[in-house]
């Protein structure tokens, strides 16, 4: 048995997930699990005991801890009055994921604005399908996700954060850049869009028929088809923003795309407590979301006001609508 072992137990013990433990200890998840077993084979028990959603401890390991509290709280002192660097600041971990361009466009700038509040915070973002961070999610790797296509996992708190601005795009010198076409008409043309995407769901669920000349896993796949002339691209306008400010893209007006909103939300475990930094991060991702909302209302203000196909609009608009009802601000868990 090491100090080290011990440190190892209380972190995964306080978490109840190793990969936590292994974040904030600055260590491996197969060293900390090799740890464990080490220490629980020193003393022939089992203090741990692993399900899906982590690890709970035993009763063995409930006295265990206990019985090593006071060890590490003499050790804490002596580390405080007899360490070199009295600077030394003790850092916490977050982990965080979304869809791809949701991880860049939502969480990099709002990690960067809770670094400032949060500076001993350090930070693992994932960028994945959506079903693949609820995955992460279900097995504690992560904390807080925004996610477009959620599964209604039982137990997961949904909120709604965002909708999606959808755009059609292409090569500056293509015939259609800057042109105004329906959906019918940009239907002619070849398209580029993500496979397993929610944009294609959306448009297909309203009936509208696609030209689909090819289909990639990742906004850049999709990006680079385009600027190889293989068709026009759609997409969330984040996603491409940079391109476009450069000049390397341009827009085709679609007014029906522009009508669209895919809906992002804020997703999380309902049935395990949140970590103090994770709700701290969680409230910051609502004030968000408050200012995000009140930009959309002026979007779809404007929209309306300028859009001659009122149709389209309340067509559109009613599929927001049953997004809203299957999942309402919040989504909470059932509690039997």
């Known amino acids: 048995m090491t100090l080290y072992q011990l440190k190892i137990f209380e972190a995964v013990a306080r978490h109840l997930n190793i990969t936590q433990a292994a974040l904030e200890l600055h260590a491996s998840q197969p ?11 020193n003393y022939e028990a089992r203090f741990l005991v692993r399900h899906s959603h982590g690890v709970k401890l035993t009763d063995k390991g409930r006295a265990f801890l206990d019985a090593i509290k006071p ?16 600077n030394t600041k003790s850092f916490q ?9 949701l991880s860049v466009r939502v969480f990099l700038k709002l990690l960067r604005v809770f670094k400032e509040s949060h500076p001993a915070v350090q930070f693992m973002l994932a960028a994945n399908e959506s079903s693949v961070i609820e995955k992460q999610l279900l097995n504690s790797e992560l904390e807080i996700g925004v996610i477009t296509n959620p599964s209604s996992l039982e ?6 954060y965002d909708q999606m601005k959808v755009v059609a795009f292409c090569l500056p010198n293509n ?12 239907g002619q043309y070849p398209m580029i869009i993500k496979s397993r995407g929610g ?3 959306v448009l ?13 896993e990742a906004s850049e796949a999709v990006k680079a088809a385009v600027r190889l002339g293989l068709g026009i691209g ?33 997703v999380y475990d309902g049935r395990k407590p949140l970590s103090p930094i994770a709700q701290d991060f969680l409230a910051l991702l609502r004030e968000r979301k408050q200012s995000v909302h009140k930009t959309n209302e002026r979007l779809i203000g404007n929209i309306a006001a300028t859009s001659g196909n009122g149709r389209k609009l309340k067509k559109s608009h009613a599929v927001l609508i049953k997004s809203s009802r299957k999942y309402p601000s919040p989504l909470r868990p059932a509690i039997a």
Request: charged share 20%; aromatic share 6%; hydrophobic share 40%.
């Open 199 to 201: 944009i294609e769901k």
């Open 155 to 160: 137990g997961f708190v949904y909120e709604p």
């Open 31 to 41: 060293a900390v699990s090799q740890q464990l077993k080490l220490l629980e084979d």
């Open 93 to 101: 971990c977050l982990a965080v994921g979304g869809s791809h361009s």
């Open 234 to 266: 759609i997409l969330y306008e984040n996603a491409i923003a940079s391109r476009l400010s450069t000049g390397n893209l341009k827009l085709v007006n679609v007014p029906e795309l522009r009508q669209l909103g895919i809906q992002s939300f804020i």
């Open 175 to 186: 015939p259609v850049a800057g042109k105004t076409l329906s959906l019918n008409e940009l």
């Open 71 to 86: 060890v590490l709280a003499d050790l804490k002192d002596i580390e405080r009055r007899f360490k070199g660097n009295q």
């Open 204 to 216: 297909m669920s309203q009936g509208y028929r696609m030209n689909v000349a090819l289909r990639c």
